[in-house]
């Protein structure tokens, strides 16, 4: 099954494509599965990992919103990967790196979003990125911390994710504009949701041309990128769609992710895991058992780092909670 699907890559694939059959292989040797190309076997991995579980307890944009359709860290991971594999699709690149790449590139979000990245990358000595966090996870902390094995261009393409990076892959190229297709639109809706933004006529002009809907936008951008890409060596929106889409984007960290609103909780998440640091950080006893075995081959700053980064929002609170607020130790009744 697996020889019958790479064939049929190296038949339809476009040139310009990353065939599993060449993939540059993962760090430590592994045996062929019959039935799965490498690309597919990462997917999968990734889907089972615990830090993928993790995500749908983990904040996207909003701190503990009341309401149930607001997006978490694993419903944003799925939106992205829905738009990558669209595109993939479009431009006859491989569908399953994308997805895979898609589905791990948020494995190393903090909890609370990116304020608690932005506290994390201010105590750490080393600095903290989510994407350089990502990597981590599947290399060294899952699978008791022997890591996930994945591919070298799946792993190129999480740590490549974000804007500034430089995916090897049209696949991992996908998957970082996806990202932001993605995020601007989902955000739109929950900013909406929460009356941050009152209607579509709060946005910028000249956004208009993306669409009035999220519907509409994603179409749009997605349009965009397989009319300027297809039969090309990269992936990118024609220049007035993009042009329209950073517009958007300006718009969305100035009216809403640097909003008193969507902030209010920010002060409170940063002493919470602030305070866990320097509990953890003078005494590495206090770190659960498993954690432990990492102080061996990694600077203590690191390991705590790992512990803390790996959180959910609502373990965060628990282990806060269990630490620092004092219980009455008198029977009930």
Sequence with gaps: MREKIEKREKLFLSPYATKSVDTKGRERYEEKCPFRTDFQRDRDR????????????????????????YRTRLTHTLDVSQVARSIAR????????????????DLGHTPFGHSGEAVLNRLSPHGF????????????????????????EVRNGILNHKKS?????????????????????????????????????????????????????????????????????????????LSATETLRDFMFKHVY????????????????????????????RLPEIYKPLLEKYDKE??????????????????FESVFVPKSFLPHG
């Design 46 to 69: 990734i889907i089972y990992s615990k830090a993928f579980r993790r995500l749908k307890n983990k904040t996207q944009v909003f701190f503990s919103p009341e309401g149930d359709h």
């Design 90 to 105: 479009g431009l006859d690149l491989n569908e399953d790196l994308a997805e895979a790449i898609a589905l791990g590139h």
């Design 258 to 285: 640097f909003t008193k609103e969507a902030k209010g909780e920010e002060e409170k998440a940063d002493r919470m895991i602030s305070t866990m640091y320097s509990y953890f950080i003078e005494d590495l006893n």
């Design 302 to 319: 690191t390991v705590v780092c790992d512990y803390i980064s790996g959180m959910t929002d609502r373990y965060a609170i628990y282990v």
């Design 165 to 241: 990076g430089n995916p090897a892959t049209l696949e991992g190229q996908a998957v970082s504009l996806s990202d932001r297709i993605a995020y601007l639109n989902h955000d739109i809706e929950d900013a909406m949701s929460a009356g941050l933004i009152k209607s579509v006529d709060e946005l910028p002009a000249e956004t208009k041309i993306l669409g009035q809907n999220s519907r509409e936008r994603i179409n749009t951008m997605i349009t965009s990128i397989i009319r300027t890409s297809e039969g090309k060596p990269f992936v990118k929106m024609e220049d007035h769609i």
């Design 129 to 152: 990125e989510h994407n350089v966090q990502s990597l981590r996870v599947v290399d060294v902390l899952e699978n008791d911390g022997k890591g996930l094995n994945l591919t070298f």
